[in-house]
Nanobody, 126 residues
Framework: VQLQASGGGLVQAGGSLRVSCAAS????????MGWFRQAPGKEREFVAV????????YYADSVKGRFAISRDNAKNTVYLQMNSLKPEDTAIYYC????????????????????WGQGTQLTVSS
């Protein structure tokens, strides 16, 4: 599956932004979808994941209560709504797809995700 992330930008602290990731090439609902991020000088880290149907989500502690992942299988798109943004949220955000079929799996490790988008930059100013 090919993934194209979009929607990044420059936001003030406390603001909100939604990034999107459009998938193509395979049956979107065969995949759990995840978001990861990589800040300057740091390793890429897990942010959020959603199962194939959208019924199960899981978040990193650092974003829990502020970010919301969702998907629209009819549009082959996954979203990450980011609220109450902090400067430490500044990073390149990557979407990723993990083949799960219609099992209620929510992978969280990078190695579980076989397809990656190109990333979209989020900068949060203080």
């Amino acid at each position: 599956v090919q993934l194209q992330a979009s929607g990044g930008g420059l936001v003030q602290a406390g603001g909100s932004l939604r990034v999107s990731c459009a998938a193509s090439g395979r049956t979107f609902s065969d995949y759990a979808m995840g978001w990861f991020r990589q800040a300057p000088g740091k390793e890429r880290e897990f942010v959020a994941v959603i199962n194939w149907s959208g019924s199960i989500t899981y978040y990193a502690d650092s974003v829990k209560g502020r970010f919301a992942i969702s998907r629209d299988n009819a549009k082959n798109t996954v979203y990450l709504q980011m609220n109450s943004l902090k400067p430490e949220d500044t990073a390149i955000y990557y979407c990723a797809a993990a083949v799960t079929g219609h099992y209620p799996a929510i992978p969280k490790e990078e190695v579980d995700f076989g397809s990656w988008g190109q990333g979209t930059q989020l900068t949060v100013s203080s």
